[in-house]
């Protein structure tokens, strides 16, 4: 396997697209996100358009509705370090 890389990430994710993603793979519209969470609709579109911080438990509410863990909300374009991952 020495002969093969790791990949590289090509596409860097704001926090604000990560919350727009991971709603639409749950096939969700703000709307029912809002009904489900208890977030206002409009909260949840200023959060997916940049002009609202996320914050910590807004992502706790939100990745409890969306099926993820927080981190994959706020930290999405973390990755592991090659000493990481071995």
């Known amino acids: ?12 994710v ?8 991971m709603r639409e793979l749950q096939e969700l ?8 969470t208890g977030i206002p609709q ?4 200023a959060i997916e358009n940049g ?5 910590v438990e807004r992502a706790k509410v939100l990745a409890r ?3 993820c863990h927080p981190a994959v909300l ?3 374009s973390w990755t592991l370090g090659d000493e990481e991952a071995a």
């Open 42 to 45: 409009s909260t949840l579109s």
């Open 14 to 21: 704001s926090v604000a697209e990560s919350v727009r993603i």
């Open 65 to 67: 509705a969306l099926k």
């Open 1 to 12: 396997m020495k002969q093969y890389r790791k990949a590289k990430k090509t596409v860097e």
């Open 74 to 76: 706020v930290f999405p």
């Open 51 to 55: 002009r609202v911080n996320l914050g």
């Open 29 to 36: 519209s703000q709307s029912q996100l809002a009904e489900e």
